[in-house]
C-alpha cells in the first residue's frame, strides 16, 4: 500500500474520530514510516496460528511501515464482557459475535466503518445488517456460519436416527458412545425453547422480554420445554459438556454425536472419520410430541477499539483481517463459513459438509439471537441445573419465572 493513500485514510480516520459519536477519541495515527505502530489484537484461542499468519501477510504489504502487533486470546462469545471492563485497556481489533453489537456501540466503544462500500458490497446482507446499528456501519464481518448443528458419526448414529434425540441417544448407548451438547449456556440452550416458538427480545434499555415462562404461539409450556432437557440430561448416554469444551470432548473418542458448530468440524472429522456427517438438530420429546430443536444464529465480525491510539491503522488491519483473500484463508484452514459472496459462493464452500449443516439449520429453524447483557448469567445457571437434571427437583416454573425476571432488568 502506498504511503499517499494511507494518510489519506488515516487523515479520514482522524477528522470521523473527532466528530462522530460520544466517547470517541481523536486519532494519533501517523503515517510515517519511521514510527513503529503498536497494536493489539484478540482473536479466540483456536484462531491463534490463522490470525497471526494474515497479520503477517498484512504486515508484508505495507512493509514500509514498521508494525508491532501483538495477539491476545478472547473468544468472540466473551469479548464485549471483557472490553466493558476497560475499554482504553482492550484490544485495538477484536473479533465478537453479532449479539454484541448492541451493547458494544451503548458504550461508545465501536468505531464506525470509513469504507463502507466495500464491506457493504463484499458481504451477504444479512452480515452487513447484522453489523449495522440505526443506520451506522461499526464491524466488518468475516464469517456467517456462527450457528450449531449436529455432528454424528454413522457408524453409531444411522441417517434416520439423526433426526431424533431419542434414537440418537439410543444408538449411542447400545455402541458405548456418549452424545453430547452444550446446556450451561444461554446461547445453546436457547434452541430448545426457540424450535418450540418461544421468544427472546432486546429492548431499548438493554433489557430483555422474553416468555419462556409462559405458553407459546404453538400452545407448548414453558416447563414442557424445561422438562424435555431434563429428560436429554437424565438420559445414560448425555453428555454435559462445558461451553468452551467441545473440542477437547470430542478428541477423547467417547462421542457418537455432538451438538456444535463449525468451528469444531476439523476435531470432528479426526474423531469420526469416515463415518463424519452433519446435519440438522434433531427433534426432542416435549409435552407429548416431537419438537423440532432451534437454534440460536449469528454472524462473527471484527471490531476496532474507538479508544485505540492508532485507530486508522486499526482499521486498515480489521478491513484486512476480514477481506476476500482472508475468509477464504479462513475457509480453507479452519473451515469457517465465509461471509463475503464471492467466497461463499466457491464450490468448495457449497461442498462442505459442515457449512451446508449449519446453512440448513438456519434456514431451518435458526433465530438470530438479540438479547441484553442481564440474560446470560441466568440462562447459564438455569441451563446448568437442566444439565444436571435438575438434582434439587425444584419447580420448574419457578425457574423459568427467575430467569425472565431476571432478564428483564435493565442494563447498567
Known amino acids: 500500500m502506498k504511503k499517499k493513500i494511507v494518510s489519506v485514510l488515516l487523515c479520514m480516520a482522524m477528522i470521523t474520530t473527532a466528530t462522530v459519536g460520544c466517547g470517541k477519541k481523536e486519532s494519533n495515527d501517523s503515517a ?28 508484508e504489504e505495507n512493509k514500509d511501515q514498521k508494525f508491532d502487533i501483538t495477539v491476545g486470546v478472547e473468544s468472540e462469545s466473551t469479548a464485549k464482557d471483557t472490553i466493558l471492563v476497560d475499554p482504553e485497556a482492550a484490544a485495538d481489533v477484536f473479533a465478537f459475535a453479532s449479539d454484541q453489537i448492541t451493547d458494544l456501540v451503548n458504550a461508545n466503544v465501536l468505531q464506525e466503518v470509513q469504507d463502507k462500500d466495500t464491506v457493504t458490497n463484499g458481504n451477504v446482507e444479512g452480515s452487513v445488517e447484522a453489523a449495522t446499528v440505526d443506520g451506522t456501519l461499526y464491524a466488518y464481518p468475516f464469517a456467517a456460519d456462527n450457528g450449531y448443528f449436529l455432528y454424528y458419526d454413522k457408524n453409531v448414529v444411522s441417517d434416520e436416527d439423526a433426526k431424533s434425540w431419542d434414537s440418537i441417544l439410543a444408538d449411542c448407548e447400545a455402541a458405548g ?73 470430542i478428541a477423547t ?106 446453512t440448513a439449520q438456519n434456514d431451518k429453524a435458526g433465530v438470530v439471537q438479540m438479547v441484553g447483557s442481564n440474560y446470560w448469567d441466568p440462562a447459564k445457571s438455569f441451563g446448568e441445573i437442566m444439565a444436571q437434571g435438575n438434582p434439587d427437583n425444584e419447580d420448574l416454573q419457578s425457574l423459568l419465572d427467575n430467569l425472565v425476571e431476571a432478564a428483564s432488568q435493565a442494563s447498567n
Open 32 to 59: 510515517a514510516g519511521g514510527e513503529t505502530i503498536k497494536l493489539k489484537v484478540w482473536a479466540a484461542e483456536e484462531d491463534q496460528d490463522l490470525t497471526k499468519e494474515l497479520i503477517s501477510k498484512f504486515e
Open 253 to 358: 473418542g467417547s462421542l457418537g454425536a455432538v451438538v456444535s458448530g463449525t468451528w469444531d468440524s476439523t476435531a470432528v472429522q479426526e474423531a469420526f472419520g469416515d463415518g463424519y456427517a452433519a446435519t440438522v438438530l434433531p427433534t426432542f420429546t416435549c409435552g407429548g410430541q416431537q419438537i423440532q430443536q432451534g437454534s440460536a444464529a449469528g454472524y462473527k465480525m471484527m471490531g476496532v477499539n474507538a479508544n485505540s491510539k492508532q485507530v486508522g491503522w486499526a482499521m486498515e488491519l480489521a478491513k484486512y483481517l476480514t477481506n476476500e483473500e482472508s475468509q477464504k484463508t479462513r475457509f480453507e484452514k479452519r473451515e469457517i463459513g465465509p461471509s463475503n459472496i464471492k467466497v461463499s459462493e466457491s464450490d468448495e464452500v457449497k461442498n462442505n459438509i459442515a457449512l451446508a449443516a449449519v
Open 177 to 249: 458412545k456418549k452424545a453430547g451438547m452444550v446446556f450451561a449456556s444461554g446461547w445453546y440452550a436457547a434452541g430448545f425453547f426457540y424450535g418450540a416458538g418461544f421468544t427472546t427480545e432486546l429492548n431499548d434499555d438493554g433489557s430483555t422480554t422474553m416468555d419462556w415462562n409462559k405458553t407459546s404461539s404453538t400452545g407448548i409450556k414453558g416447563t414442557d420445554v424445561a422438562q424435555g432437557m431434563i429428560d436429554i440430561a437424565q438420559n445414560p448416554a448425555f453428555l454435559p459438556i462445558t461451553d468452551g469444551d467441545s473440542t477437547n470432548q
